[in-house]
């Protein structure tokens, strides 16, 4: 069977003639085709966001990759020029959350990065090969015999959670409250709004603010070996680590590492359901238990249809020129991932998911001093979610029509709200 139509599934789609509309919910659901008019026409784009703050949509990937190794493009929100510099990482209001990894420069960038980098190595993330395993199977069990789920709800959105947890140390009588925290934080966004906290989400960061910093507490009394006791040490062993910027890489973690892995699972899935024949050929080579194909498909879908659709901030400290427009010192740029990824002048059929592509140096994980920390975990979650959803339901099939799935609003992340899908029950 051919893929449904649509250029999100790789058909070739009449590209937008006059400019698109942004930060509409049908962009929301689509937003390439808009992406390939502004490639073309406006590279470097500015807008203003529906927050009201005026900033540059980088779009081509060359340009893209230059700009997110540049050091003239700050993190910190502080260079923004003409507001409070908000960023829409949830928490940012909460000063003490707010010297992460994601808002900082060289030097503090670079000593806190390689405090928690040695957690992320790709050997000591395979330490963590068989509890990932062993939740997703768990989480499978959870619905297998009812034949129908919502793949975001019970798979795609615990599965991440219980992870960071794991890996930071937060004790398993304790990360249910954590799922319903990061549930609230992640519910409320609007398309192109990066929204701080407000309300529920608001309360939701407290609370596992005062949930983290307490543990901090606890963890110093009786040190393990997850990530929280790693960063209490480092900053008993004179590493010059604060409680605060424990506390704010700890929310880091669970904040880059949550909703991303989430969407990862969730277009991943939902693309490989829209695309059978790609679909067909994991399938079989999961089934001869090959892992070659798996490994380059988790990268073609952050290639084709990833997580993070734009980076996070920047702001120029500098005057500088991307793509030939000139950039005033203060203005914010977002380079574009999802457009970038799309580019046909560095990917071949990039409308194409091509589970088996080889040439594949996508920008999914961000590039440059900033690029994903927690990769290879990402990389790990991905393959052992979609190598077990489709062992162990191999009929698995989409429960709605696509047109009619809702996706996240919201500035940085892409994602689906719910995924229904339906499948043979396990007898
Ligand atoms: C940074 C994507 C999973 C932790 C980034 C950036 C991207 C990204 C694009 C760079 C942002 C920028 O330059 O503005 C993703 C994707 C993921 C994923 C697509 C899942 C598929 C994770 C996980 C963790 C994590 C599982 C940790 C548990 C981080 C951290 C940073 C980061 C701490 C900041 C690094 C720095 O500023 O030095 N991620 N991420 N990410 N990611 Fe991930």
Known sequence: TPPATGYLHGMPE?????????????????????????????????????SGVDAWLVTRYADARQAL???????????????????????????????HLLNIDPPDHTRLRRLVSKAFTP????????????????LIDGFAERGSADLIHEFAFPLPIYAICDLLGVPPEDQDDFRDWAGMMIRHAKPGQSGGPRGGVARAVKKMRAYLLELIHRKRADLGD?????????????????????????????????????????NGTFALLRNPGQRELLQASVARGETGLLTTAVEELLRYDGPVELATWRFA?????????????????LVVLAAADRDPARFARENTLDLARKDNPHLGFGHGIHYCIGAPLARLEGQAALGALLTRLPDL???????DLRWRGGLIMRGLRELPVAFTPAA
Do not use: C
């Open 14 to 50: 009449t590209p937008e003639t006059s400019q698109p509309e942004l930060f509409t919910w049908e962009f929301a659901a689509d937003p390439y085709p808009a992406y390939a008019w502004l490639r073309e026409h406006s590279p470097v784009h500015r807008t203003t966001l529906p």
């Open 69 to 99: 190794a540049d050091s003239r493009l700050s993190k910190n929100p502080t260079h923004h020029g003409r507001s409070s510099g908000r960023t829409g990482i949830p928490g940012e209001r909460q000063a003490d959350l707010m010297t």
């Open 123 to 138: 050997r000591g993330v395979a330490e963590f090969e068989p509890r990932v395993r062993q939740l997703t199977e768990r």
């Open 226 to 266: 997850d990530l929280i006791s790693g960063l209490i040490r480092a900053s008993d062993h004179g590493e010059h680590l604060t409680e605060n910027e424990a506390a704010a890489m700890a929310f880091i973690l669970l904040f880059a590492g949550f909703e991303t892995t989430v969407n990862l699972i969730g």
């Open 317 to 333: 400290t500098h005057p500088l020129t991307i793509g030939g427009v000139d950039i005033p010192v203060g203005d914010p740029v």
């Open 397 to 403: 099939r989409l429960d709605a029509e696509p047109e």
